[in-house]
C-alpha cells in the first residue's frame, strides 16, 4: 500500500494535488481506509501502463 507521498514518488515526484487529483478523477485507483487513502502498486502499475498506451501524455 502507497500513501500519497509513495505513491507521489512512484510517479516521478510528482505533487501532493496531483495525486489527489488523479484519485478524485478515478484515472488512479484508490483504497480507503478510514480516512487515509492508499493506491496499491499494481493500480499504480496500472495506471502507468495506461499511459504508456496512451503515449504518455499525463494527467
Known amino acids: 500500500m502507497n500513501d ?4 507521489a514518488a512512484r510517479l516521478g515526484d510528482i505533487s501532493r494535488s496531483t495525486v489527489f487529483g488523479l484519485w478524485a ?4 485507483g484508490s483504497v480507503k ?24 501524455d499525463a494527467a
Open 25 to 28: 478523477a478515478g484515472e488512479l
Open 33 to 56: 481506509i478510514g480516512k487515509l487513502r492508499f493506491s496499491t502498486d499494481r493500480q499504480i502499475d496500472d495506471y502507468i501502463q495506461r499511459l504508456e498506451q496512451q503515449g504518455g
Open 4 to 7: 500519497w507521498q509513495a505513491t
